[in-house]
């Protein structure tokens, strides 16, 4: 078991690497060690020989289905806005033809700046969109910058409507 413990440090730093943020991380570390502590126990985890190996294939493991649950959730949170905006825009056509625009052009925007403007728009704080994305506070605050300003370039381009010119 001391053994076990040496190795929690390099999984958490692994599963950190990974892309998961650092408190998720520790938990991935002592799920993986506690389901082969458990295995054995039970009996459904074989002999290892290389329980090394082992336990860092189990935190990859982990680590990635934590990273396609975020994304599936971020995913999940812009069609649950896209539904809200639309029955709030329904009986204005106006306000209906500007939602599309928007959407579209939200559409047209890379995934990760994306995610953090439609966190961002839901009132998620600055930390909350990096854990959600699994990027660091100064990232997401890039991410939500630069993607507010695509999406504001989208819908407005530079001598369109609203210029100043």
């Not at 812009?78 to 825009?89: G, K, P, S, Y």
């Amino acid at each position: 078991m001391t053994l076990r413990k040496l190795y929690y440090a390099d999984l958490a730093g692994y599963a950190v690497k990974l892309g998961c943020p650092v408190s998720e991380a520790r938990t991935i570390a002592e799920d993986a060690v506690t389901e082969l502590v458990l295995g054995e126990h039970r009996g459904t985890v074989g002999p290892i020989e290389k329980e090394r190996a082992w336990l860092f294939a189990t935190v990859r493991n982990m680590a990635l289905a934590a990273r396609r649950k975020a994304r599936w959730n971020a995913d999940a949170d812009a069609h649950l806005i896209a539904d809200r905006t639309r029955q709030r825009t329904w009986a204005s056509p106006e306000a209906h033809l500007e939602t599309v625009e928007t959407l579209r052009a939200l559409r047209s925007l890379p995934g990760g700046h994306r995610d953090a403007v439609v966190l961002a728009a839901e009132g998620f704080s600055l930390r909350e969109i990096a854990d959600a994305l699994g990027i660091s506070v100064p990232a997401a605050k890039k991410r939500v910058s630069r993607g507010r300003r695509a999406l504001r370039d989208l819908l407005d381009p530079p001598g369109g409507r609203h210029s100043d010119d």
